[in-house]
T-cell receptor, first 113, second 113 residues
Framework: NAGVTQTPKFQVLKTGQSMTLQCAQDMNHNSMYWYRQDPGMGLRLIYY???????DKGEVPNGYNVSRLNKREFSLRLESAAPSQTSVYFC????????????FGQGTRLTVV | QKEVEQNSGPLSVPEGAIASLNCTYS??????FFWYRQYSGKSPELIMS????GDKEDGRFTAQLNKASQYVSLLIRDSQPSDSATYLCAVNEVTGGGNKLTFGTGTQLKVEL
């Protein structure tokens, strides 16, 4: 039982390049989330998906797109990377509904140069 | 105003003392509250959840919730050096798009020998 798996763990991009961060969960969870974490800023929600087929913007969606491919997978795409997107990205999932805790992947450390 | 507020710290306590971590939130409709612990370079892990006013105890940890004051706290008794980490308060908000989990910026706790 792997829980929440993110790939890759580390990535260096040049400004303007694109990439997709992958996230998969094997807990049959309905809700999935993408956060970014910067020093002193805590976890900021980029996008979330309450259920398969739905996605919604979070606090900092600009520069990102997401796809809820199926119930297991939720990907985050950077179309044209900028240095301001250098961060640690976390994917999380929860069963859904009020009161259910979220479980996190191991994170992706992204550097844009 | 950020939806979930925490003091960033660092909060320093001696080994064996009680550490008190505080969190306020802005959405009066929130029903679910969580405390996560995050070690440096690691992903957040859930340590406590609380849904009703009052106290909830789990081992050395006690979560306290006061919905009227929109206040959540975490007490750590008999603090150990291994408790040194960043503690993140999270609040579940029900939106039109589903459940959205919002985090505070985290409080860094240092337990000193």
């Amino acid at each position: 039982n792997a829980g929440v798996t993110q790939t890759p763990k580390f990535q260096v991009l040049k400004t303007g390049q694109s990439m997709t961060l992958q996230c998969a969960q094997d807990m049959n969870h309905n809700s999935m989330y993408w956060y970014r974490q910067d020093p002193g800023m805590g976890l900021r929600l980029i996008y979330y998906s309450a259920s398969e087929g739905t996605t919604d913007k979070g606090e900092v969606p600009n520069g990102y797109n997401v796809s809820r491919l199926n119930k297991r997978e939720f990907s985050l795409r950077l179309e044209s990377a900028a240095p301001s997107q250098t961060s640690v990205y976390f994917c999380a999932s929860s069963l859904g509904g009020s009161g259910t805790e979220a479980f996190f992947g191991q994170g992706t450390r992204l550097t844009v140069v | 105003q950020k939806e979930v507020e925490q003091n960033s710290g660092p909060l320093s306590v001696p080994e064996g003392a009680i550490a008190s971590l505080n969190c306020t939130y802005s959405d009066r409709g929130s029903q679910s509250f969580f405390w996560y612990r995050q070690y440096s370079g690691k992903s957040p892990e859930l340590i406590m959840s609380i849904y009703s006013n009052g106290d909830k105890e789990d081992g050395r940890f006690t979560a306290q919730l006061n919905k009227a004051s929109q206040y959540v706290s975490l007490l750590i008794r008999d603090s150990q050096p291994s408790d040194s980490a960043t503690y993140l308060c999270a609040v579940n908000e029900v939106t039109g798009g589903g459940n959205k989990l919002t985090f505070g910026t985290g409080t860094q706790l240092k337990v000193e020998l």
